[in-house]
């Protein structure tokens, strides 16, 4: 099984700093997920990646698949960007669970204004 | 834009009732999937569907089923809610392959009293 663990659990910033957010993950895999939740429960789906680096407006998402481990960057942090950010990593094998995901347990960001 | 929708955002029910949590997408995937989400847990999946009629279970299935007859819709059915059910639930769905962006609905809401 894969094991997916995120850091920090918990994140304070103040408006205008760069913040980062650590994923690692134990199996090789395919894609990674990177998913923001907002108080009140939707989950929108980020970036998905498999080598390298993608930028979309303020976030940048990185990964290592040798190191099996991947970085969500926000620059410039606005009070908006205050939500719970969640890694997911697809299971180690298919027969059934494909498009399945195995999700960490979320950093949940403050930014303060 | 894509959808996925979730019939109901809060719902009270008392033990013992049956539930029926409806999720229904417009963008012909094959895959659908039912998650709770708890404090402290993060996302566990309950069941998925990786096409009609059929389903498997996930990492917690007890207590739960699921119905799908059409491709779009996919129910989770609590035949006789108890306390511990009292959860975020998430539908979500992606296109057959892993490494698909997964679009989630935005949760339901159940209290059991």
């Known amino acids: 099984k894969n094991e997916v663990e995120q850091s920090p659990q918990n994140l304070t910033a103040q408006e205008g700093e760069f913040i980062t957010i650590n994923c690692s993950y134990s199996?090789?895999?395919?894609?990674l997920h990177w998913l923001q939740q907002h108080p009140g429960g939707g989950i929108v789906s980020l970036f998905m990646l498999s080598s390298g680096k993608k930028k979309h407006g303020r976030l940048i998402a990185t990964i290592n698949i040798q190191e099996k481990h991947s970085s969500l960057h926000i620059t410039a942090s606005h009070p908006r960007d205050s939500a719970v950010y969640i890694c997911?990593?697809?299971?180690?094998?298919?027969?059934?669970?494909?498009?399945?995901?195995?999700f960490g347990k979320g950093t949940k960001l403050s930014v303060k204004p | 834009d894509v959808k996925v929708t979730q019939s109901s955002r809060y719902l009270v029910k008392r033990t013992g009732e049956k539930v029926f949590l409806e999720c229904v997408q417009d963008m012909d995937h094959e895959n659908m999937f039912w998650y709770r989400q708890d404090p402290g847990l993060g996302l566990r999946l309950i069941y998925f569907s990786y096409d009609v009629k059929m389903k498997e279970k996930g990492d917690i299935p007890e207590g739960y089923s699921v119905s799908r007859e059409k491709k779009e819709r996919f129910s989770l059915i609590l035949e006789s809610a108890s306390t511990n059910q009292t959860s975020m639930y998430l539908c979500?769905?992606?296109?057959?392959?892993?490494?698909?962006?997964?679009?989630f609905g935005e949760g339901s809401w159940l209290t059991v009293v």
């Open positions: 199996v090789g895999i395919s894609a």
């Open positions: 979500a769905s992606s296109l057959g392959q892993t490494g698909n962006t997964i679009y």
């Open positions: 997911a990593v697809p299971p180690p094998s298919y027969g059934g669970s494909q498009g399945n995901l195995i």
